[in-house]
């Protein structure tokens, strides 16, 4: 049964019961009284349905204090499927002593999301809720698309009140309100989060908003709002996000801002990388912002994996960074989108990139973290640049497990400029002058082919013949050809002594070639070649 299941079942119980069996005259305000017995039922044999089926005119809740009973409804006050509004009318609604346990209990009173749809109903009743509110922590939430006098009634109510700001959520077309929150003290805010949406991209903020007053700031957001006059604390952030447009301060101002931040765990970006990057303006030689206690990095990009992106990512030193992603899209769930990179440290270090250079991809880790790099997964990768190709394969000392999918080797031989020579094509394997792309650790490599149908000409074993992997214990291939596969049986019995480890040569999905199973071993290899169906 789902949380969200438990939840409301245990509000119609509630309401039921005290509807029911307490001395006030019985109104089924929700029409459950058909049904209320029914759900009760699948709690039959706990304490719970013994008590609500025993004799007498008074209900188990009558025995519940009202303490309990509150933390019941700011349970369910506080549940994000729940409109909090609705849930105080419907509660002031059900019996007198609902009613009571409302109006006295102040957190039901601490949430307020005005928006243009509903700030002119809630205008006049405000006094009162923040009244009853006591002196709860407060979260505030507005949408000001509205004239800039309703800020000013709003703000004149909620700025004696900063002191109980717990988290503060602005969105806006214009800066009016912000110039309501100067010098502002709120000790106790946690969030905030600031969100500009107008025909002008780059807002910067005229105002100093909180003045640094925010001692307790642990997350914040910005969307479209300039971080170079942003006059808040940003090294005891645990979370940092910032999206859209805006303007930030140069290279050493913002090392002065973040560096050495002991909290800060969590960075989100969606900006335009070129753009920060000339803000920024990091001169070569400057060693990249320190942060020790990030763990994850994530930056959503429309431009997929652009050499801006990784520079932006490279502003940064992350040397116990547990996640990294390179995201296409914005994040929002309802729009189609997907990973780029993802780089993940535990269990294994691993890294999967989609669609992109792998030299560019890796180039996002820190040398320490390829360094530890065990697993790289790659889909339909681009091999652009031969010796950035070597450079990273030898810098990951550690890679165990390689897995190429949607790979076409003309196509990769393409990308890296080598070109195929048929004379140095011989019968016995595949000879060529180009210096080994070496990874002396990896122990398994898998490749995924796709076939386009062009003659074979034994551009796979020329691929595979680039790398150097004396510790090739098991080579995987799918979706090859027939002639593909010939040749690979060639090529690794004539160079028995470059895989002196190899255990497991193995050819799948070949059944639409008519192969069902092959098994023997090339000659003078201890290799044993297996080729399995997966029909």
């Not at 942003?230 to 940092?240: D, F, G, V, Y």
């Not at 008519?514 to 290799?527: C, F, T």
Request: aromatic share 10%; net charge negative.
């Amino acid at each position: 049964m789902s949380e969200n299941w438990n939840l409301q079942l245990t509000l119609l119980r509630l309401s039921f019961i005290s509807a029911c069996g307490t001395s006030n005259k019985y109104h089924d305000y929700f029409g459950i009284k058909s049904h209320a017995k029914t759900l009760l039922s699948r709690d039959r044999d706990t304490e719970e349905g013994v008590l609500f089926n025993r004799p007498g005119s008074f209900a188990p809740i009558d025995e519940l204090p009202n303490e309990i009973l509150a933390h019941i409804v700011e349970f369910a006050y506080f549940s994000e499927d729940l409109p909090y509004d609705e849930l105080r009318l419907a509660l002031s609604h059900t019996s007198s002593r609902f009613r009571q346990i409302t109006l006295t209990t102040p957190s039901l009173w601490s949430k307020y999301h005005l928006t243009q749809g509903n700030v002119h109903e809630y205008l006049d009743h405000l006094p009162r809720y923040l009244h009853l509110s006591k002196g709860y922590p407060l979260d505030l939430h507005f949408s000001c698309f509205w004239p800039e006098s309703l800020s000013q009634r709003l703000m004149d109510l909620f700025l004696p009140l900063s002191h109980r700001w717990r988290h503060l959520s602005i969105t806006t077309p214009n800066a009016d309100i912000f110039s309501y929150l100067v010098d502002v003290s709120a000790p106790i805010l946690t969030t905030v989060s600031l969100s500009h949406f107008s025909s002008q991209r780059r807002r910067v903020l005229d105002y100093h908003a909180f003045g640094g007053l925010l001692p307790s700031l642990s997350h914040l957001l910005l969307r479209n709002i300039s971080l170079d006059r942003l006059n808040m604390p940003l090294r005891n952030l645990t979370k940092l996000e910032v999206r859209g447009y805006g303007t930030w301060p140069g290279f050493s101002t913002l090392e002065e801002l973040l560096s050495g931040s002991e909290t800060l765990e969590e960075m989100v970006f969606h900006v335009k990388p070129g753009l920060i990057l000339q803000d920024v303006h990091r001169e070569p030689g400057q060693a990249p912002i320190h942060l020790p206690a990030l763990r994850s990095f994530t930056v959503f990009t429309s431009e997929w994996l652009t050499g801006d992106v990784v520079e932006l990512i490279r502003t940064f030193e992350f040397p116990n960074l547990q996640s990294l992603v390179v995201h296409e899209g914005s994040g929002l769930g309802f729009i189609d989108s997907k990973d780029i990179v993802r780089y993940t440290s535990s269990p294994v270090p691993s890294m999967a990139v989609s669609y992109a250079a792998i030299s560019m991809a890796l180039r996002c880790l820190a040398p320490q973290q390829l360094e530890t790099l065990s697993t790289l997964e790659l889909v339909r990768p681009t091999w652009t640049n031969y010796s950035s190709l070597r450079q990273v394969f030898r810098s990951m000392g550690s890679l165990q497990k390689l897995v190429v999918s949607e790979f076409n080797p003309h196509t990769a031989l393409a990308d890296l400029d080598i070109i195929r020579d048929s004379i140095l094509l011989e019968a016995s394997g595949v000879e060529f002058a180009f210096p080994l792309i070496s990874s002396p650790s990896l122990r398994t490599l898998q490749i995924d082919l796709i076939q386009d149908h062009r003659p074979s000409t034994a551009d796979l074993v020329l691929f595979i013949r680039l790398f150097s992997f004396p510790s090739l214990s098991s080579l995987v291939l799918r979706h090859l050809s027939k002639e593909d596969w010939d040749d690979v049986l060639s090529s690794f019995a004539t160079h028995v002594e470059d895989y002196p480890l190899l255990k497991l040569l193995t050819a799948a999905d070949m059944n639409e070639y008519g192969l069902d199973s092959v098994d023997g071993s090339a000659p003078d290899s201890s290799a044993q070649c297996i080729l399995i169906s997966s029909a």
